[in-house]
């Protein structure tokens, strides 16, 4: 009889893996890489293409010569998260060497100086993102007329939040710009003009979000408080002054907020452990999105929100455990 | 809803594949090997010598302790010796073996099919029953059963509840007791409730086993009408979810009463017992029979025959698995009990215990573990954890050695269930880890205490 295997209990385990979890958050990214692929044609394959290229390979060169590891966490898709995050992250018409460079941010410092996947304080995709808003603020902010895949029309111009932010500035009132520009709930939920290639269509980033949940590859505390706050505070506000200040549902569906609240906020390694400390998250980031889009100089704030909220997370899960059993 | 308890706790797949096969009775084997450490607590010391011939069911060892237990032969023949053997693990033990002659049985043990509803009403007597029949606790930890059943004076129980959740993957042998011997599980429970002297029992069964919770429900209507000592036992439905068999699990999903941080069941009024146990008691209260055998499951997809087996107490596991067709070529492990908590066995020439309950055989593809990356922190392993610790930073204070935040951070609360382990994406060996931790942390804690009733 051959030798029996002899280990400690359990003996068996469940079939997800890092890999798999990661696979399913890519899974539930295409539908927003697909509606974005029409609507900005070719040019937004590229920046997909080369965002993600470049942050598999910077992984994998960082892992394999730089920290010298043996098993790297090239196969188990996080790269490719990131990449496809990132992309969603930047306008259809960024040049292919700048996205190169906030992939290399991205993987580089916001990954890998932390000491790779499970360290990182900070989103990486985020990090890439916002370093080239302000390091390349004209790409960032610069739009052209999207050639479409299908012949598609679309319209060129600023984001909403943008047209908003300007018209503000020169005197304009929020539903005279609304009307003007015509900015309409439908095409935002389906397919919005302008801004990255991310926030193109809420519904297929909503049906992304629901794969995540029904798979059990996330909870939803995070981006529910997130969509609270900022329902809550924008209604405050836009029922004070509905003349200077956008309503709730404008700003649940624009600026990034379904990509940032549903993938990016939602992100394990850089959200808090506890569902009481995720949920004190998401009230933050809902709350300073708004404060910035209201009061900042940037029209949006999804971005610098989840940062600066990511460099609360070491404090959230200290302060904050579930509640364990038979103790108070 | 279905009742469960609050937190934690997972959804392996059932694996049930044994359950439509009825207890069968292993024929007697040549040769037992009858352990003296069976139970939690002192082993027994032997009341036979090498030489002697024994009966079946004539006590051969007796309690070495208050927390101990009386052992019987489970055959009747000469014993030949009393010497160390390597147990399960291969670690060596005292054994008492037996050369099988015969089947001759003790005088006064009822060997028929009749089922004695009446119960006596001497608790007394019925407690001594209990202990002479060397009946243990058959749901894993093998406590001394008339021990639990004396609370502690100043504690009332409240509820009795019989533990027949199963909810390890593969086991069925507590299912197929309940589906045929289910008036004796009843009857049992009915004895266990009278000595407490409470008022409810509840049986536990896991939602996955509808045909025992329905058996269970005839049988208890009918005994009802035959007399009163019936009446407040209830069968209750549970969500099928591990470990909802867990001792404090249970508790908290009968009771919705969760026992305090180094407490007793009976400190929240509740004592438990397994289907099994109440079967044992059963026997030896009504038919003088004292544990000589139990069901033990075997299966695995790999295993040539699935099987229940009522299996004579010592017999040598090879012997079992000859019976069923060999050792299959591809089986990596075999594990006594189920998948989640269970020993692996280093020794197939071991003998089987009271508290043996299954053989798990598991191919190198089922059982394999993946090498460990790093933490995702996507906090899986807390959400699966039934006692709401949080693996993940028990196992980095582990690592690192911090035993007084292990401590803050309750590791000494971990009941092993391998919850943590078995959902950790990134396959770290959470409990691996944790468990060494547990021990340092209780012994830290024993020492204080120790220390305090010294001054
Ligand atoms: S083994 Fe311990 S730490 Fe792990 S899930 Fe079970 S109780 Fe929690
Ligand atoms: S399940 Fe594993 S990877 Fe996830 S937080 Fe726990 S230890 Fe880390």
């Known amino acids: 009889m051959s030798r029996l295997l002899v280990s400690p209990s359990p003996h068996i385990h469940a079939k997800e893996s890092t890999a798999s979890l990661m696979r399913d958050v890519v899974i539930a990214l295409i539908p927003a890489v697909l509606v974005s692929v029409v609507f900005y044609g070719w040019k937004e394959l590229l920046v997909l293409a080369v965002s993600v290229l470049s942050c598999l390979v910077l992984e994998y060169v960082i892992t394999r010569y730089m920290m010298k590891k043996e098993n790297n966490t090239l196969c188990d898709f996080s790269a490719a998260v990131t990449g496809i995050l990132l992309a969603l992250n930047l306008p259809y018409t960024t040049p292919w060497w700048v996205v190169f460079i906030g992939a290399a941010v991205a993987i580089g410092v916001g990954k890998m100086t932390f000491g790779g996947l499970g360290q990182n304080v900070f989103n990486p995709a985020l990090v890439g993102r916002v370093f080239l808003l302000v390091s390349y603020p004209t790409y960032m902010t610069h739009w052209e007329a999207p050639q479409s895949l299908f012949g598609v029309d679309a319209v060129s111009g600023p984001t909403p939040l943008g047209i908003i932010k300007e018209g503000l500035l020169q005197g304009n009132t929020v539903p005279q710009l609304m009307a003007d520009n015509g900015l309409n709930y439908g ?38 408080s997130i969509w609270a706050t900022v329902a809550v505070v924008s209604l405050i506000f836009w029922l004070c002054a509905p003349d200077r200040f956008t309503d709730p549902l404008f700003n649940l569906l624009t600026g990034g907020m379904i990509l940032g609240s549903c993938f990016m906020a939602t992100d394990y390694v850089t959200s808090p452990m506890s569902v009481k400390g995720g949920i004190i998250f998401g009230i933050g980031i809902g709350f300073i999105t708004m404060m910035i889009r ?13 940062l600066i909220m990511n460099a609360t997370v070491p404090l959230l899960n200290m302060w904050f455990h579930q509640k364990k059993y038979g103790r108070a | ?13 059932d694996s049930k594949i044994s359950r439509g096969c009825a207890i069968e009775v292993l024929p007697t084997p040549p040769t037992v090997y009858i352990q003296l450490s069976q139970h939690i607590g002192a082993p027994a010391k032997p009341l036979v010598a090498v030489g002697d011939s024994v009966k079946v069911g004539q006590p051969i060892a007796e309690p070495g302790g ?49 089922l004695i509803t009446d119960i006596i009403d001497d608790n007394k007597a019925i407690l001594d029953k209990i202990r002479l029949g060397g009946v243990v606790g058959l749901g894993g930890a093998t406590f001394p059963t008339h021990v639990k059943l004396s609370p502690p004076p100043g504690k009332k129980c409240e509820m009795l509840i019989i533990n027949g959740c199963e909810c390890e993957p593969y086991l069925t ?140 107490v010592g017999t040598p596991l090879s012997y079992i698995v000859d019976y069923l067709g060999g050792m299959p070529a591809d089986a990596a492990k075999v594990i006594s009990g189920g998948p989640m908590m269970g020993r ?3 020794n197939m020439d071991a003998a089987t215990l009271k508290g043996t309950s299954a053989l798990l055989f598991l191919t190198e593809k089922q059982t394999r573990r993946e090498p460990e990356g790093p933490c995702i922190r996507c906090g899986k392993c807390a959400q699966a954890c039934p006692m709401g610790l949080e693996p993940f930073l028990l196992n980095r204070l582990a690592r690192a050695g911090k035993v007084e935040e292990l401590e803050d951070n309750a590791v000494q609360d971990c009941i092993e269930c391998g919850c943590c382990l078995y959902s950790c994406p990134a396959h770290i060996p959470l409990l691996d880890i944790i468990r060494p931790a547990k021990g340092q942390v209780i012994g830290l804690i024993r020492a204080r205490k120790a220390a305090q009733a010294a001054k």
């Open chain 2, 66 to 114: 208050f927390v101990s237990a009386y052992i019987h032969s489970s055959v009747s023949g000469k014993v030949k010796s009393i010497a160390p053997r390597k147990d399960l693990a291969g670690n060596n033990q005292m054994c008492i073996e037996i050369t099988v002659e015969g089947d001759e049985w003790m005088e006064g043990i009822d060997t028929s099919d009749t």
């Open chain 1, 187 to 224: 095409q935002m939920l389906f397919a919005s003009v302008g801004g990255s290639a991310g926030e193109i269509s809420a519904i297929a980033l909503l049906i992304g979000f629901v794969y995540l949940l029904v798979k059990k590859v996330i909870r939803p505390h995070i981006t529910l």
């Open chain 1, 294 to 306: 209201y009061f900042g100089s940037y029209p949006e704030g999804m971005s610098f929100a989840i």
């Open chain 2, 173 to 312: 042998s507590d299912f197929r007791t309940l589906l045929e011997k289910g008036e004796q599980v009843v009857v049992g429970t009915a004895i266990i409730k009278q000595v407490l002297g409470v008022d409810k029992a509840t049986i536990g069964i896991e939602d996955n086993k509808p045909e025992a919770i329905a058996h269970i429900n005839e049988v208890l209507a009918s005994l009802r009408k035959v007399s009163p000592k019936f009446e407040g036992i209830e069968v209750m439905s549970l969500m099928k979810k591990y470990p909802e068999g867990g001792e404090k699990q249970l508790i908290d999903a009968v009771m919705g009463r969760q026992v305090a941080s180094g407490g007793l069941p009976i400190d929240v009024g509740a004592v438990v017992q397994n289907v099994a146990t109440a079967l044992a008691v059963y026997d030896a209260v009504q038919k003088n029979k004292p544990i000589i055998d139990n069901s033990v499951t075997v299966t695995g997809e790999c295993f040539p025959r699935q099987a229940n087996l009522l299996v004579r």
């Open chain 2, 344 to 346: 692996a066995i280093a």
């Open chain 2, 1 to 13: 809803m279905t009742r469960t308890f609050s937190m934690g706790g997972v959804h392996p797949s």
